[in-house]
């Protein structure tokens, strides 16, 4: 006869026993009271003794089948646990999910709402007012552009006041021709040399003069811009030895990077013309100066960068801090030119930032000749005369 016997290692000792003792009496067919047997406690294991080798041999049996189902009783509850630890992250991802759901619902949510306030709801006259002026600043960015940006440095005061009363944008592109052709030296030709010139320039000065900010926003691009080229440079971009001109004071000194460039005429200011550029940060803006004295590296040095008067013993380099005329140039050695005194050069720095005139012409068309006779009869007054 083949039996099958399965226990779990929470069972009891005492059950244990009772199960040994029924299955002795029904293998061997006599009846036992008291098998000699032993449980061994906490384990689930039987184990007999005093009993022949037949007996032996079926109990051994016995006692690997509780060993295994021993082992597999604790093989369940490890699944049971790594079942429970995934059900665990299982739920936890479910609720984050649920969450953002619900966070990305209430928003649309939200939106939709405006969006139907916004449709239902009549907008009232500060948001009609709002929207217009919005609208209006959207349309006029072109335009806004073209008056900040292209023609800022050569347009006139009139002219600007001008187009900001235009009201439509027919107009403000009929100004914007008009502004090109009073300013066409050629009105003949399909080209506008000036235009395309100034926008050359403007291209020309992003590409050279640029220094964390656009080159046409820089002192020599604006100069550029404005006046072309210069006729001569004087470039001392990498600074260091410099010897003063007699009109400065002479001597010899260090310098930061400046550069001096000269027109041979400019008009409305006149004949030699020279703007120096000075970059006391070092950091490749140059801004045009006032000052010939800000380039000087070694103003604030005692002792150093000495003119030659001083060097001489004839004036101090303390009487530079003592100038009331805006600078801290040494005493001229040899005399100072009119370019050197103070109100000429406030008033060529005030005037070359001033835009050039516009030469207005007047158009004549071609059925018209320029000269032109007329007469009167009699006939052809309404009133009488003598």
Request: aromatic share 10%.
């Amino acid at each position: 006869m083949r039996w099958a016997w399965r226990t779990d290692a929470g069972q009891s000792a005492a059950n244990l026993a009772g199960l040994a003792a029924r299955l002795h009496r029904l293998t061997i067919g006599a009846r036992v009271n008291n098998p000699t047997h032993q449980v061994v406690r906490g384990t689930g294991v039987l184990r007999f003794h005093g009993i022949d080798r037949v007996r032996r041999r079926f109990y051994n049996k016995i006692e690997l089948r509780l060993l295994l189902s021993r082992c597999g009783c604790r093989m369940d509850r490890i699944r049971l646990s790594i079942v429970c630890v995934s059900i665990s992250i299982l739920v936890c991802l479910i609720a984050a999910g649920q969450q953002t759901d619900s966070k990305d619902s209430q928003t649309d949510k939200e939106k939709a709402q405006a969006l139907r306030e916004t449709v239902s709801k009549p907008l009232t006259e500060k948001q009609k007012k709002k929207k217009e002026a919005q609208l209006k600043r959207e349309l006029e960015s072109p335009y806004r552009k073209w008056l900040n940006e292209d023609v800022s440095y050569i347009i006139t005061d009139e002219e600007r006041a001008a187009f900001k009363r235009l009201q439509t944008d027919e107009e403000r592109e009929q100004f914007i021709e008009n502004f090109w052709l009073r300013r066409d030296p050629t009105p003949d030709t399909v080209e506008n040399e000036f235009k395309e010139e100034h926008y050359r320039r403007i291209a020309y000065a992003n590409e050279h003069y640029a220094s964390g900010i656009p080159g046409w926003k820089t002192d020599r691009g604006r100069i550029y811009i404005v006046y072309g080229p210069p006729d001569e440079i004087e470039d001392h971009s990498a600074g260091g030895f410099y010897e003063r001109p007699p009109e400065e004071g002479g001597g010899e000194t260090s310098t930061y990077p400046f550069q001096q460039w000269r027109y041979r005429y400019v008009d409305g200011i006149g004949n030699n013309v020279v703007l120096e550029f000075v970059d006391p940060t070092m950091s490749g803006e140059f801004h045009l100066t006032m000052d010939p004295s800000e380039k000087d590296a070694l103003l604030y040095v005692p002792g150093a960068g000495l003119t030659m008067m001083e060097q001489m013993g004839m004036s101090s380099k303390n009487a530079r801090f003592q100038n009331s005329d805006g600078t801290h140039l040494g005493q001229a050695f040899g005399g100072q030119p009119e370019s050197m005194m103070e109100f000429t050069r406030l008033e060529n720095y005030t005037a070359i930032f001033k835009p050039p005139k516009a030469q207005f012409r007047i158009w004549r068309r071609k059925s018209i000749p320029r000269s032109a006779t007329t007469f009167c009869r009699a006939k052809c007054a309404p009133i009488s005369f003598r």
